[in-house]
């Protein structure tokens, strides 16, 4: 089957597969594959290869499906679902056998997976954690990558949504060397790292001291700190002391991102782009969204909608989705 791998020199293969495992990177589905001096490493995630390891070629290839590999399915009479966070499993069942059955068939396979945790409640709280049930592993503390960056973080003191990678991505690489950005709920930097990595000088600010606390050490861990301020505290009291600072603000914060456009129009200088997210009806997916950001800025910026994204569905009939507005005064 042609899968996307990174094609590297024989004698750097050792150093590059190393590199991409500790990415949780490697697609290990299928075998690595060695010809002509060439060693030809599957990967998950090509665009997140390429830019962790920048000059490397990504190639389409036929390569061996690995036959040893043991899924959780193979253990169980069922296909069971689970989503991946570093070497966590996430799991949502209401039974308690039925979720204890699914763990230990994770745990059991060949997945590289050390926790199971399942969902004991809905997010909840002006935080938005969720309650987890530790169905195997320590705690609920995880290093998740992506796109190569890597971030520690607590599931149960923060939130956090691996689903939203690869819009992140899509944001990220917008952004220019030099320009100021502005991440108006941070959490623990899946938006402001990223940025600083490619240059842009980042404020971050939530209202969760723990997120702060996991933004901050994820900004060292990836080598940006002197290029990240973070903040703890609500937003709209943070506001006057940025005010026409940014070049980019995002708001993600959907369902009531509305209630803080006031502040993000504060903050925004001469020429920004906002990253506006909503949930809505998939009648008018958009236009609540638009409508709010025109109230907010007009008359002193002329408003105009660059994107309108679909991010996911989010629920029968609503829509996760994303305006890229600019705002020039």
């Not at 060949?110 to 705690?139: F, I, Y």
């Not at 600083?196 to 940006?224: P, Q, S, T, W």
Request: net charge negative.
């Amino acid at each position: 089957m042609e899968v996307p791998c990174v094609r590297v020199a024989r004698e750097d293969g050792e150093a590059t597969r190393t590199t991409l495992a500790e990415a949780d990177l490697i697609d290990d589905a299928y075998e690595i594959a060695v010809e002509d001096g060439w060693l030809y490493v599957p990967v998950s995630d090509p665009d997140a290869a390429r830019e962790l390891l920048e000059d490397a070629a990504i190639v389409t290839r036929t390569v061996d499906e690995r036959e040893t590999q043991t899924t959780p399915a193979d253990l169980l009479a069922f296909e069971p679902s689970y989503e991946r966070l570093g070497r966590a499993a996430l799991i949502d069942e209401d039974d308690g056998e039925r979720a204890r059955e699914i763990a230990d068939a994770i745990l059991e396979s060949d997945l590289p997976v050390e926790t199971v945790l399942n969902k004991a409640s809905k997010v909840k709280g002006e935080t938005r954690v969720r309650d987890w049930e530790l169905l195997a592993g320590e705690d609920t503390e995880v290093v998740h990558r992506e796109y190569g960056c890597e971030f520690l973080l607590d599931l149960a003191n923060v939130y956090f949504s691996p689903r939203l990678a690869t819009e992140r991505h899509r944001v990220v690489e917008q952004i220019a060397s030099g320009e100021r950005t502005f991440d108006m709920f941070a959490g623990v930097g899946p938006f402001v790292v990223p940025f600083a990595k490619r240059g842009a000088e980042c404020v971050g600010v939530d209202i969760n001291a723990d997120a702060i606390d996991y933004l901050r050490e994820n900004a060292r861990r990836n080598g940006v700190s002197e290029r990240v301020t973070a903040i703890n505290g609500d937003v709209r009291d943070v506001a006057s002391d940025y005010e026409d600072w940014a070049d980019r603000i995002v708001m993600n914060l959907p369902h009531s991102a509305d209630e803080f456009l006031e502040s993000a129009v504060a903050i925004a200088g001469d020429d920004c782009v906002i990253h506006y997210y909503d949930i809505q009806h998939e009648d008018d997916p958009f236009g609540p969204g638009e409508r709010a950001i025109r109230a907010a800025a007009e008359p002193e910026y002329e408003v105009t909608v660059e994107t309108r994204h679909t991010v996911r569905s989010y629920a029968p009939h609503e829509l996760n989705v994303c305006l890229d507005v600019r705002l020039e005064r």
